[in-house]
């Protein structure tokens, strides 16, 4: 990273956000969040529910200033079991959910996690999807509620919902573990000068591959293959099987055969490698961005497509603070009660060399090394399409 606080993972999640920085432990920083949440639709929190009682900021706290809030708790356990205060990190959940024992199934030699923030990501967009319900339910009624996301049984729910398999059925009919999903030749095959991604699938697939490969009558001839129970039912002998076929042939040859026979396969890339695909360069999906304090940074477009109401371009991930005064100004505070905070400790404002504030800044988009797409004033700041969400409280990681 070039400046502290400012790494890869927290620029990438942080994009069309603003930061107000607040001390939760002193009176002065509490009764700030309790104004600003007056007019807040949605607090989210990602502390223990022990935690926020002990700031004074549990649910009834805050309903009592607005009792249309949706108040959304993001931690680790039910709040109805044994594990309610326990602390919870992703290595823990991705554990508890078995993930490290089902690559050992698949035939990893030592249980390893998935290698991606997995636990949290998913349970992130169980707690988008819970908050939009929340939203919904309270347009309808005009109830705010609090609604806990919690971390084990989120991740759970899908896992669970892949690999009971047998053990979904009282009495269990067979073990659990997706044998296609387990499967050690579930994997990209090797070619003669690489690798390649397939999934020969449904029962048309296996016909059409077949045939190209100068064996069409092997589907009728051989049971293993002939329909899609019996494929599941003999799944590695069916993978190994591709897998010693596969290798025979370089992959820009089987990405042509696969094609002209609409089969599904894909190359198997290096995160380098997906940076020069020619679909991402073409749809401009990962594209060079100036960043006000961090310089050219890569960043990604926003993945889903609006037609109604098109979305603008997000602002760049903030400085920690770096919108406290503007936000705070914008609630009503007048400039002497925000300067009597910050010198209290109650409230944190970014400060760049020289002393002076921050302005609001922006992302600008650029391509190349020139100005930004056309119909793009790269002179103004980029806005939010959408107002600019609520504060968000700062608590020492050790409350989590």
């Given at each position: 990273?070039?400046?502290p606080s400012?790494?890869?993972?927290?620029?990438?999640?942080?994009?069309?956000k603003?930061?107000?920085?607040l001390?939760?432990?002193t009176?002065?920083?509490?009764?700030t969040?309790?104004h600003?949440?007056?007019?807040?639709?949605?607090?989210?929190y990602?502390?223990r529910?022990?935690?926020?009682?002990r700031?004074?900021?549990?649910y009834e706290?805050?309903r009592e200033?607005?009792?249309r809030?949706?108040?959304?708790g993001a931690?680790?356990?039910?709040q109805?079991?044994?594990?309610?205060?326990?602390?919870?990190y992703?290595?823990?959940?991705?554990?508890?959910?078995?993930?490290?024992?089902?690559?050992?199934q698949?035939?990893?030699?030592?249980?390893r996690?998935a290698?991606?923030?997995?636990?949290?990501r998913?349970?992130?967009?169980?707690?988008?999807?819970?908050?939009s319900?929340?939203?919904v339910?309270?347009?309808r009624?005009?109830?705010g509620?609090?609604?806990?996301?919690?971390?084990?049984?989120?991740?759970?729910?899908?896992?669970?919902?892949?690999?009971?398999?047998?053990?979904?059925?009282?009495?269990p009919?067979?073990?659990a573990?997706?044998k296609r999903?387990l499967?050690?030749?579930?994997r990209?095959?090797?070619t003669?000068d690489?690798h390649?991604?397939?999934?020969?699938?449904?029962d048309?697939?296996?016909?059409?591959?077949f045939?190209a490969i100068?064996d069409?009558?092997?589907?009728e001839?051989?049971?293993?293959?002939?329909?899609q129970?019996?494929?599941?039912?003999?799944?590695?002998?069916?993978?190994?099987y591709?897998?010693?076929?596969l290798?025979?042939?370089?992959?820009?040859?089987?990405?042509?055969?696969?094609e002209r026979?609409?089969?599904?396969?894909?190359?198997?890339y290096s995160?380098?490698?997906i940076?020069?695909?020619?679909?991402?360069?073409k749809t401009?999906?990962?594209?060079k961005?100036?960043?006000s304090?961090?310089?050219?940074?890569l960043s990604?477009?926003i993945?889903?497509?609006?037609?109604?109401?098109?979305?603008?371009e997000?602002?760049?991930a903030?400085?920690?603070?770096?919108?406290?005064?503007?936000v705070?100004?914008e609630a009503?505070?007048?400039?002497?009660?925000?300067?009597?905070l910050?010198?209290?400790?109650?409230?944190?404002?970014?400060?760049?060399?020289?002393?002076?504030?921050?302005?609001r800044?922006?992302?600008l988009?650029?391509?190349?090394?020139?100005?930004g797409p056309?119909?793009?004033?790269?002179t103004?700041?980029?806005?939010?399409?959408?107002?600019a969400?609520q504060?968000?409280?700062?608590?020492?990681s050790?409350e989590?």
């Amino acid at each position: 990273m070039r400046n502290p606080s400012m790494g890869h993972i927290f620029l990438t999640t942080n994009r069309a956000k603003r930061s107000v920085v607040l001390n939760l432990k002193t009176p002065g920083g509490r009764d700030t969040l309790l104004h600003l949440a007056r007019t807040a639709d949605v607090l989210v929190y990602n502390l223990r529910p022990q935690a926020m009682q002990r700031l004074g900021l549990r649910y009834e706290d805050l309903r009592e200033v607005n009792p249309r809030i949706i108040y959304v708790g993001a931690f680790g356990f039910s709040q109805r079991g044994p594990y309610a205060g326990k602390p919870a990190y992703d290595d823990l959940i991705q554990g508890m959910c078995g993930i490290p024992w089902l690559t050992q199934q698949a035939g990893a030699e030592v249980p390893r996690y998935a290698p991606l923030i997995i636990a949290d990501r998913i349970v992130g967009l169980q707690l988008a999807g819970a908050i939009s319900t929340a939203l919904v339910h309270r347009e309808r009624t005009g109830e705010g509620q609090r609604v806990d996301v919690p971390m084990f049984e989120g991740l759970l729910s899908v896992v669970l919902g892949e690999h009971l398999v047998g053990m979904l059925f009282e009495p269990p009919l067979g073990p659990a573990g997706y044998k296609r999903s387990l499967s050690p030749d579930r994997r990209p095959y090797r070619t003669q000068d690489g690798h390649i991604c397939t999934l020969i699938y449904n029962d048309k697939h296996w016909r059409s591959f077949f045939s190209a490969i100068g064996d069409p009558d092997r589907f009728e001839a051989d049971p293993r293959f002939s329909s899609q129970g019996a494929r599941l039912q003999h799944i590695d002998d069916v993978y190994g099987y591709l897998a010693t076929i596969l290798e025979k042939r370089r992959t820009q040859e089987w990405m042509e055969l696969f094609e002209r026979h609409d089969i599904p396969a894909a190359p198997m890339y290096s995160v380098p490698d997906i940076l020069q695909d020619d679909h991402i360069v073409k749809t401009d999906f990962v594209r060079k961005v100036q960043h006000s304090s961090e310089g050219p940074l890569l960043s990604t477009a926003i993945p889903t497509e609006w037609f109604g109401s098109p979305l603008d371009e997000p602002r760049e991930a903030p400085r920690l603070g770096e919108h406290s005064y503007e936000v705070l100004l914008e609630a009503g505070f007048p400039r002497v009660k925000i300067d009597a905070l910050i010198a209290e400790g109650a409230v944190v404002v970014h400060r760049i060399p020289g002393g002076e504030r921050p302005s609001r800044g922006g992302r600008l988009p650029v391509t190349g090394e020139g100005p930004g797409p056309a119909g793009h004033d790269a002179t103004a700041p980029s806005e939010p399409a959408c107002p600019a969400p609520q504060p968000a409280s700062v608590v020492p990681s050790d409350e989590r």
